[in-house]
T-cell receptor, first 118, second 112 residues
Framework: DAMVIQNPRYQVTQFGKPVTLSCSQTLNHNVMYWYQQKSSQAPKLLFHYYDKDFNNEADTPDNFQSRRPNTSFCFLDIRSPGLGDAAMYLC?????????????????FGPGTRLTVL | QKEVEQDPGPLSVPEGAIVSLNCTYSNSAFQYFMWYRQYSRKGPELLMYTYSSGNKEDGRFTAQVDKSSKYISLFIRDSQPSDSATYLCAMRWGGANSKLTFGKGITLSVRP
C-alpha cells in the first residue's frame, strides 16, 4: 500500500545533541510537510517542500532545518534540541492540484516520531 | 481570535450515541474543509473532505459545512468504542501549495 513512513517512531536525545528524523513516501507526491505537535495542541507547520523548493514558516526556529534529497525522502534536522522541542513530529505529503491529474491535494500523514529530550 | 476554533473537550458518550463535533472559523477565504481522526500516538488520518456548503455523508459519518455562518460540523451516528480518538478539523484556502489550518482537536471517548 502507498504510504508515508516515518523513522524512528520514538527518538530519545540529550539536550543539545543533534537529531535527524526521516520521512519517506511511496505516494509520489510532490509536496512534503513537517509539523510539530505538542500534547493536546494542533499540528504546527514548520516548513514544506514544493518539489525542491523549500518554504519555511516565519516562526520556525533556526534550530530546525530540513533536507529533501529526492521526491521520496525528507529529513528534519534539529541542530540543538531543547526541552521545549519534545513533541510529536509529523510528516505529511500532498499532490499539487495543478498537476492536472484531478486529485485533491489532501494531506496524508505519517504515523509520527515522538521525540523525547533529556 | 484564532482563525479556527474547535469546541473544547474531552467528550465522553455511551456507545450508540450520536456525536456532534464543531468548529468555527473567521477567515472567509477558506474553501476546503477536512476532518482528521488521530488515534493516540498515531498520525492524523483523513476522515472527511468537503468543498461546498451542505452535507457529505460517508457511512456513519456526516460532514456539514455552512460557509455563511463559518461553521463546520462532523456527526457520528451509532458511535462505537473504536471511534474513541482525537478529532481535528482543518481547512485551507484554494490554490496549490496552500497550507492547512487546524483546530486544536477534541478528544472523544465512546464508552461500551
Amino acid at each position: 500500500d502507498a504510504m508515508v513512513i516515518q523513522n524512528p517512531r520514538y527518538q530519545v536525545t540529550q539536550f543539545g545533541k543533534p537529531v535527524t528524523l526521516s520521512c519517506s513516501q511511496t505516494l509520489n507526491h510532490n509536496v512534503m510537510y513537517w509539523y510539530q505537535q505538542k500534547s493536546s495542541q494542533a499540528p504546527k507547520l514548520l516548513f514544506h517542500y514544493y518539489d525542491k523548493d523549500f518554504n519555511n514558516e516565519a516562526d520556525t526556529p533556526d534550530n530546525f532545518q530540513s533536507r529533501r534529497p529526492n521526491t521520496s525522502f525528507c529529513f528534519l534536522d534539529i541542530r540543538s534540541p531543547g526541552l521545549g522541542d519534545a513533541a510529536m513530529y509529523l510528516c505529511a505529503t500532498s499532490r499539487d492540484r495543478t498537476s492536472g491529474r484531478g486529485d485533491t491535494d489532501t494531506q496524508y500523514f505519517g504515523p509520527g516520531t515522538r521525540l523525547t529530550v533529556l | 481570535q484564532k482563525e479556527v476554533e474547535q469546541d473544547p473537550g474531552p467528550l465522553s458518550v455511551p456507545e450508540g450515541a450520536i456525536v456532534s463535533l464543531n468548529c468555527t472559523y473567521s477567515n472567509s477565504a477558506f474553501q476546503y474543509f477536512m476532518w482528521y481522526r488521530q488515534y493516540s500516538r498515531k498520525g492524523p488520518e483523513l476522515l472527511m473532505y468537503t468543498y461546498s456548503s451542505g452535507n457529505k455523508e460517508d457511512g456513519r459519518f456526516t460532514a456539514q459545512v455552512d460557509k455563511s455562518s463559518k461553521y463546520i460540523s462532523l456527526f457520528i451516528r451509532d458511535s462505537q468504542p473504536s471511534d474513541s480518538a482525537t478529532y481535528l478539523c482543518a481547512m485551507r484556502w484554494g490554490g496549490a501549495n496552500s497550507k492547512l489550518t487546524f483546530g486544536k482537536g477534541i478528544t472523544l471517548s465512546v464508552r461500551p
